[in-house]
C-alpha cells in the first residue's frame, strides 16, 4: 500500500513539474518568439501563475493517491484471503 501511494505521490510531482514547464514554454513562445514582445516584469505575474498551477496540480494529485492505495491493499487482501481460505468467500448461511 506504501508503495502504491509512493508511486502516486512521484507521478504527481512528474505531472506538476511537466504542466509548469508546459505553461512557461508555450507561453514564453507565444509571448516572445512570435508576437515579438520585449522582455518585461509585468510577465513575472504570468510566471508566478503557472507555478501556482503547478503546486495546485500537485496538491490535488497527492491526496488522490491514498483512497486509490486503500482501494488497491484492501483487493489484494480480499484476493489473498479468498485464495487462502477457500471457505470465506462462500455465502453465509
Same mark, same amino acid.
Given at each position: 500500500?506504501?508503495?502504491t501511494g509512493?508511486t502516486v505521490?512521484?507521478?504527481?510531482?512528474?505531472? #506538476? %513539474?511537466?504542466?509548469?514547464?508546459?505553461?512557461?514554454?508555450? *507561453?514564453?513562445?507565444?509571448? *516572445?518568439?512570435?508576437?515579438?514582445?520585449?522582455?518585461g516584469?509585468?510577465?513575472?505575474?504570468?510566471?508566478?501563475? *503557472? *507555478?501556482?498551477?503547478g503546486v495546485?496540480?500537485?496538491?490535488? #494529485? %497527492?491526496?488522490?493517491?491514498?483512497?486509490l =492505495?486503500?482501494?488497491? =491493499?484492501? #483487493?489484494?487482501?480480499v484476493?489473498?484471503r479468498?485464495?487462502?481460505n477457500?471457505?470465506s468467500s462462500?455465502?453465509?448461511?
Open positions: 500500500m506504501v508503495e509512493e505521490t512521484v507521478l504527481g510531482v512528474i505531472v #506538476a %513539474v511537466c504542466t509548469v514547464l508546459i505553461l512557461i514554454l508555450r *507561453f514564453s513562445i507565444e509571448t *516572445f518568439a512570435i508576437d515579438n514582445k520585449t522582455w516584469t509585468k510577465y513575472l505575474q504570468q510566471y508566478l501563475k *503557472f *507555478f501556482i498551477i495546485t496540480v500537485l496538491v490535488v #494529485a %497527492v491526496p488522490e493517491g491514498l483512497p =492505495a486503500v482501494t488497491l =491493499a484492501l #483487493a489484494y487482501s484476493r489473498v479468498d485464495y487462502s477457500p471457505r462462500q455465502k453465509m448461511q
